[in-house]
C-alpha cells in the first residue's frame, strides 16, 4: 500500500499540462454536442439565452467530485433562478453519468466526453502516465455563448457558491 502511494504521489507530479489552451473570457465559447446520462444529446446552442455553468470534473463516484455534483445540487435551485443550466462534463460514459446522477439525485445533466473532444476544446484534457481526465474547471457562458469566467483548479467545496455570487455581480453590471 505505502507503494502504491508513493508511485500515486510521484505520478501526480508528473502530470502532462493540459493538451490545448483554455479559451479566454470574453471569448467565444467552443461548441460541443454530447450525451447526457439519459442518452439525450446536448449542445451548447440549445442553452443560447441563459446562462451557462459549465463544470469539468475528473471522475464519476470519487469524493471530490461527488462533493462539487452534491454542491451544485444544492445550489441548482438558486442558480436556474438567476438564470444559469448547470452542466457537468467528465470523460466517463453515459451508463457511469446515469449510475452516478441517480445515486447522488443531481438534476442537471451531466455529458460524457467519451470522445475528449469538449474537454480539449476547453483546454482541461489532462493526463498523468497514461490516464487522462478533465481537470476541475468551470466556465460562466453569457447567454450569448461567451465566457464570462474561467475557474481554474477549483476548491470542490466552495465552486458552486463561487460561480453564483459571481453571476449575481455579472447580471447586476448589465
Not at 104 to 124: I, M, N, R, T
Not at 126 to 155: C, E, M, W
Request: with cysteine.
Amino acid at each position: 500500500m505505502k507503494l502504491i502511494r508513493i508511485l500515486l504521489l510521484l505520478s501526480l507530479s508528473f502530470a502532462l499540462p493540459a493538451f490545448a489552451d483554455v479559451p479566454a473570457n470574453g471569448t467565444v465559447a467552443p461548441e460541443f454536442k454530447l450525451q447526457d446520462q439519459k442518452g439525450q444529446w446536448h449542445t451548447l446552442a440549445d442553452h443560447r439565452g441563459k446562462w451557462v455553468v459549465l463544470y469539468f470534473y475528473p471522475k464519476d463516484q470519487t469524493p471530490g467530485c461527488t462533493t462539487q455534483a452534491c454542491t451544485f445540487r444544492d445550489h441548482v435551485f438558486k442558480l436556474r433562478d438567476a438564470g444559469a443550466d448547470v452542466i457537468g462534463v467528465s470523460l466517463d460514459d453515459v451508463k457511469s453519468h446515469a449510475e452516478f446522477a441517480e445515486k447522488y439525485k443531481l438534476p442537471f445533466p451531466l455529458l460524457a466526453d467519451v470522445d475528449k473532444k469538449a474537454s480539449k476544446a476547453y483546454g482541461v484534457l489532462n493526463s498523468i502516465i497514461g490516464f487522462q481526465y478533465a481537470k476541475r474547471d468551470t466556465f460562466l457562458i453569457d447567454p450569448k455563448g461567451i465566457i464570462a469566467k474561467h475557474y481554474a483548479g477549483v476548491d470542490p467545496k466552495e465552486n458552486a457558491a463561487e460561480v453564483l455570487a459571481d453571476l449575481e455581480a455579472l447580471k447586476a453590471k448589465k
